[in-house]
């Protein structure tokens, strides 16, 4: 494929991925909002759906920092955004389509996470699956957790490993 078609398709899989997690982020969030918090919609076996309202991070970690993750998720999407725009030309571990997945995942899960903390009528993210043990979570985070998880085998099968020098050869 010549690298224009490249390219493009790496937009058009960011163009794709970003706004379908979004929206189905944001719609199955006002779906949940619509039942009091703390009511329980669906329960079967170690599956729950259950409304939640989490004003920390994952796992409910930092509680009253709200506006630091708030920061913090503004930080990430400059720093995935700025990688796609101008990066990806001298830190190509990420050329793959799975890199390039996995980082739209990412961009996608924080947008729709930050959503909820920009909007003044929640308070804080809105959390709503809980599967046995594992504390809720919603698209967005599910969204984040596969593309941590995508990303981190681009790099573990990356063909181009940090530190790995190609002058030496024995």
């Known amino acids: 494929m ?3 078609d490249s390219r493009r398709l790496r937009w058009l899989v960011f163009g794709i991925i970003v706004p379908l997690v979004v929206v189905a ?3 199955t969030k006002s779906w949940i909002r619509v039942y009091p918090i703390g009511s329980t919609i669906f329960q079967r076996g170690f599956f729950r ?20 993750l708030m ?10 955004l700025a990688y796609f725009l101008f990066l990806h030309r001298r830190f190509s571990l990420f ?13 996608a ?6 959503v909820d903390r920009l909007n003044p ?20 985070d599910s ?9 981190a085998l681009t790099v573990l099968f990356s063909q181009e490993r940090p530190g790995k020098t190609d002058s030496v050869h024995p």
């Open 2 to 4: 010549p690298r224009a």
């Open 25 to 27: 982020d944001q719609i």
């Open 49 to 68: 759906i259950v409304h939640i309202e989490n004003p920390g991070a994952a796992f409910g970690l930092f509680q009253s920092h709200s506006s630091t």
């Open 71 to 80: 920061v913090i998720d503004f930080l990430a999407l400059a720093i995935i």
């Open 95 to 107: 050329h793959s389509a799975f890199g390039w997945v996995a980082l739209s995942l990412i961009f």
């Open 109 to 114: 899960g924080t947008c729709g996470n930050l």
């Open 121 to 140: 009528s929640v308070s804080g993210i809105t959390d709503f699956v809980y599967v046995g043990p594992w504390p809720a979570f919603n698209v967005a």
């Open 143 to 151: 969204s984040i957790s596969v593309g941590v998880v995508l990303l």
